[in-house]
């Protein structure tokens, strides 16, 4: 009787120890899975800032390269202008100097400068475009005209997209900095600025 009731016991005993043991598994593998989850999220929207980042900038090499062609064309139609055009040059060299990146953004007067003087030169050189005598039949210049103001215009589209992905970057930090601070160094969870912090 006494043996029955020791294996008993010891039946019990196992088994509680069996059941603590599974469920430390379980809390542990849930842990895990929570912190693999959450990678993967960072991982996925840093990914995605970084495609519409470079597809904003791909856009914005685009306009400028038209804008460069543009004063090319207008040099060989109008030579008495060429002067005035390696003005024009001479800015577009230091639009691409003064351009900022991910992390300079922060500045709003750098990038509202950027802005101004990016505008001012499209708006100049489509101006002076069109008041070519030429303008109705060239169909180069007709095109590259038509290229800049596209380009200008999917640039700040691509800003707003940019904005909304980097603005749930920054809400997922928020909500999981504790559980991101062993994973990541400090520097990668800094919250990003936002284009529209520029233009307030």
Not at 50 to 71: E, G, P
């Amino acid at each position: 009787m006494k043996s029955k009731i020791c294996l008993l016991a010891w039946t019990v005993g196992w088994g509680l120890f069996i059941l603590a043991a599974c469920g430390k598994e379980t809390a542990e593998n849930a842990d895990f899975t929570k912190v693999d989850s959450l990678t993967e999220t960072y991982l996925g929207l840093q990914d995605t800032m970084l495609q519409v980042w470079n597809t904003m900038l791909h856009d914005d090499n685009r306009k400028i390269k038209a804008m460069r062609h543009l004063i090319h064309e207008l040099a060989i139609s109008s030579p008495e202008k060429r002067d005035d055009l390696q003005d024009y040059e001479q800015r577009l060299k230091d639009l691409q100097e003064m351009r900022y990146d991910q992390h300079s953004m922060s500045d709003a007067e750098l990038v509202t400068e950027y802005d101004f003087a990016s505008n001012s030169l499209v708006a100049e050189l489509i101006a002076l475009a069109e008041s070519q005598k030429e303008f109705p039949y060239n169909s180069t210049i007709q095109k590259l005209v038509d290229s800049i103001r596209a380009a200008d215009q999917r640039v700040l589209n691509y800003r707003q997209e940019y904005d909304e992905v980097a603005s749930r970057f920054n809400r997922f930090i928020e909500g999981n900095k504790n559980l991101l601070e062993d994973l990541e160094p400090d520097s990668f969870l800094e919250k990003k600025p936002l284009f529209q912090m520029a233009a307030e």
